[in-house]
C-alpha cells in the first residue's frame, strides 16, 4: 500500500489523508503503533481525519467536514 511504502522511505514529514478509513480495528491498532514509533523517531505526521481517536499518532489533525 501506499502508506508502507512511505513508512519504508523514512520521510521527514508524513501527510496522511484518512489514513485509517477502512481499516480493520486490529490494522487500524497497527497502523496507531507504526505512527507512534516514527513520531517517537522524529518523523513529522500530519493527517485529515473523520475520527477524532486516532489523532493522538499525529502532530497535527485537520478534521475533514462531513458532506452535506
Not at 41 to 62: C, D, E, N
Amino acid at each position: 500500500t501506499a502508506l508502507a511504502r512511505a513508512l519504508i522511505a523514512e520521510p521527514d514529514v508524513l501527510l496522511l489523508d484518512e489514513g485509517f478509513s477502512a481499516q480493520s480495528p486490529r490494522m487500524a491498532g497497527v497502523i496507531a503503533g507504526l505512527l507512534a514509533q516514527r513520531r517517537a523517531r522524529g518523523m513529522a505526521v500530519l493527517s485529515v481525519l473523520h475520527q477524532p481517536q486516532p489523532a493522538a499518532y499525529t502532530h497535527l489533525t485537520l478534521p475533514a467536514k462531513p458532506p452535506v
